[in-house]
C-alpha cells in the first residue's frame, strides 16, 4: 500500500557574489523585521567562516554563505498559505539589495511511505528495463533515479530514492523520497531590473510548489498519492 505524498520541506536558495554571511544573526533578523521578535531559537547560532546559521523552533532556518543564502522551513502540517520562507527570503534581499545575486532555487521535498519494506523493488521495478544489468552482484541491485526537465520557467531536477523515515518512539519506515530544484536563473539589464525579477520568483514559490506535486503524481501513474 502506498500513502499519499508528504512535504517535508521547502526551501529557497539564492545564489549571491560576495555575500557577507557574518552578518547573520538573530539580533540583525529581528532588529530588521525579517523575522519576529517573538520567535525562539531551536539551537545557538552558528558563526563560523565561512558560514553563518539561525534556526527557529518552528521549523524555519537560515543559512548564509559566501556565495548562497538557504532558506528553508519544515511543512509538517502547514498549509501553503501558512509558509513564512517566501516572505523571509524576499525582506532579507530587501534589507541586503546591493548584493549581486544571480539566481535562485526553489527546492520541494516529499516522501511517500510503503507499508511494506519495498521501495527498491518499485524504484527497479517501474524505472529500470530488465535485463542482465539487473542480476550483477549477490543482491537485489538498488537504483537511485534522477531526472531533468526543461520547462516554460525555468529548469527543473528530481532525485527519486530510498530513504528511512525516524520519527521519535516510532519504528523507522522505508520511504520513496522525492527532492527537487526548480532553477532559476535572475534576468535584467539592470540592478533594479534582477531585484524585481528575483523578487517575481521568489513571490511566485506556490507555482514551483505545485508542479512538484504534479510532476510526483504523474511519476506515481495517477494513483491517488497527492
Known sequence: MISELEIQEISIVVVAQNHNPTILNPDFLKFNEIAPKDWEL????????PMAQVAFKNGVSIVAQFDKVIFAEAVLDKSAEDLRIAKIARKYIEILPHVNYSSVGINPKGHIVFAENNVQEYLVETFLTDGPWRDIGNSPIKASIKLAYTL????CALTIDEAILQTPEKPAIPVLLFASNFHH???????????????????????????????????MLERKVI
Open 152 to 155: 516554460d520557467r525555468c529548469k
Open 185 to 219: 536563473d535572475i534576468a535584467g539589464a539592470t540592478k533594479k531590473e534582477k531585484l524585481a525579477d528575483l523578487f517575481q520568483t521568489i513571490d511566485n514559490w506556490n507555482d514551483d510548489f505545485k508542479m512538484f506535486k504534479t510532476i510526483v503524481s504523474k511519476i
Open 42 to 49: 531551536a539551537a545557538p547560532p552558528i558563526c563560523v567562516a
